[in-house]
């Protein structure tokens, strides 16, 4: 009896263990969407809202397109982070700024970045 | 046959190279083309109201200012300036003549033996050193003051620049054009980016106004800059904006009177040909 009890606690700790696991995965990319939008926001950053509208954004520009449903627009998310890396790629003569071959975000930048997007 | 070919050839030549440079009477044609399309709903002068000719709250927030001009007593200096004599006797008037109307609508101008651009704000510090005295500094200030006393005067005249068909002068032109289309900066834009593509479009809070009749009142009193001065003095010369607006492009901002600006400063005034002066005017 008193060994099965211990099985039991056992297997609940290591239920409870996973579970907790789990749970701080989940507030890992939670926090990482949050400073992707951080990036995206900052002015001295991404600054997407001077063109883009976002949701959740203040005081968004109308030069580009709204960005939302993005899943829908860019079911891969490699084209996603490859118009956000480098938007000349697509279109020569973009106002958009060539975020990565300039360095105005680090490549670990532009993935926060593309999550945020990716998600919205 | 060798000739037939040869005339062939120097005729496609002609033919090219006057394709791929267009004159300045055709750009300013198709600059002006372009935002008469782009804004059917307003008349040419209306344009270099900048973004108080495509929003209504901005324009009853300027017309509001311009009914107590806050620039009004720094164009009084500036005719004070103008008045003083140097200490050599002679005053601006022995360089620029005694009418004080007739100066804005000579600049810039084209000067054929120095083979350069002569800025009304470069001929004025010019006309200081010629006569002994100590040039002002470049961007704000007295320069600013008799500048926009000189574009005061000649309200309600048009801009005129002529470009002489001479080699050199349509080098500086070409320079400055090339200057306003290229790309620049970490953020890799360009004045056209701006101000012509997207003219009349919001980025992140602030409105971009058409460059076409972006010169018609400069200098330019901004709100902005008079809160960062400690005499509410918000007068600003064209250049003194190129840098700031250079800023925005993340780029490196140029010397107010260098050559680059001074060239750009060529194209852009020759855009606004025919516009009316209104200098200065407020902004934000």
């Given at each position: 009896?008193?060994?099965?009890?211990?099985?039991?606690?056992?297997?609940?700790?290591?239920?409870?263990?996973?579970?907790?696991?789990?749970?701080?995965?989940?507030?890992?990319?939670?926090?990482?969407?949050?400073?992707?939008?951080?990036?995206?926001?900052?002015?001295?950053?991404?600054?997407?809202?001077?063109?883009?509208?976002?949701?959740?954004g203040t005081q968004a520009g109308n030069i580009g397109p709204p960005l939302m449903n993005m899943k829908q627009r860019f079911p891969n998310k490699a084209k996603l982070r490859a118009q956000i890396w480098d938007a000349r790629?697509?279109?020569?003569?973009?106002?958009?700024?060539?975020?990565?071959?300039?360095?105005?975000?680090?490549d670990k930048e532009i993935d926060l970045v593309t999550d945020f997007i990716y998600n919205l | 046959m060798k000739k037939i070919a040869t005339l062939l050839l120097s005729a496609?030549?002609?033919?090219?190279?006057?394709?791929?440079?267009?004159?300045?009477?055709?750009?300013?044609?198709?600059?002006?083309?372009?935002?008469?399309?782009?804004?059917?709903?307003l008349k040419l002068d209306e344009l270099r109201n900048g973004i108080n000719a495509l929003d209504e709250n901005h324009r009853m927030q300027w017309e509001a200012m311009e009914?107590?001009?806050?620039?009004?007593?720094?164009?009084?200096?500036?005719?004070?300036l103008w008045e003083k004599p140097f200490k050599n006797g002679k005053s601006f008037a022995d360089c620029f003549g005694k009418d004080p109307s007739k100066v804005r609508v000579k600049y810039p101008q084209w000067d054929a033996?120095?083979?350069?651009?002569?800025?009304?704000?470069?001929?004025?510090?010019?006309?200081?050193?010629?006569?002994?005295?100590?040039?002002?500094?470049?961007?704000?200030?007295?320069?600013?003051?008799?500048?926009?006393?000189?574009?005061?005067?000649?309200?309600?005249?048009?801009?005129?620049?002529?470009?002489?068909?001479?080699?050199?002068?349509?080098?500086?032109?070409?320079?400055?054009?090339?200057?306003?289309?290229?790309?620049?900066?970490?953020?890799?834009?360009?004045?056209?980016?701006?101000?012509?593509?997207?003219?009349?479009?919001?980025?992140?809070?602030?409105?971009?106004?058409?460059?076409l009749g972006h010169v018609t009142h400069f200098p330019v009193f901004r709100g902005k800059w008079a809160n960062k001065s400690k005499d509410g003095d918000g007068l600003g010369t064209l250049h003194r904006r190129y840098g700031g607006c250079n800023k925005q492009q993340r780029a490196r901002p140029f010397k107010a009177q260098s050559k680059v600006y001074r060239d750009l400063e060529f194209f852009h005034q020759y855009m606004s040909n025919g516009m009316t002066i209104n200098a200065p005017s407020y902004r934000e």
């Open positions: 009896m008193k060994i099965k009890n211990l099985r039991i606690t056992t297997a609940g700790a290591v239920l409870l263990a996973a579970g907790l696991v789990l749970a701080a995965q989940a507030s890992a990319s939670q926090s990482a969407l949050a400073k992707g939008k951080k990036l995206a926001f900052d002015r001295k950053k991404g600054n997407c809202l001077a063109c883009h509208q976002i949701e959740g790629k697509r279109n020569p003569h973009t106002i958009m700024p060539p975020f990565g071959p300039h360095r105005i975000l680090s | 496609g030549l002609v033919a090219m190279s006057a394709q791929a440079v267009p004159s300045p009477q055709e750009d300013l044609k198709h600059f002006r083309d372009y935002f008469q399309r782009k804004f059917p709903g009914e107590f001009p806050p620039y009004e007593e720094f164009v009084d200096k500036g005719k004070a033996k120095k083979k350069r651009v002569v800025t009304l704000e470069l001929a004025i510090n010019e006309c200081r050193k010629a006569n002994g005295e100590k040039p002002f500094k470049w961007k704000k200030g007295p320069i600013a003051w008799v500048s926009a006393y000189l574009g005061y005067m000649a309200r309600g005249q048009k801009i005129h620049v002529v470009i002489p068909n001479d080699p050199d002068a349509l080098k500086a032109y070409e320079h400055g054009k090339h200057f306003f289309y290229a790309k620049r900066g970490q953020l890799n834009l360009s004045c056209a980016d701006c101000h012509v593509k997207y003219a009349g479009r919001r980025i992140r809070g602030n409105l971009l106004s058409p460059a």
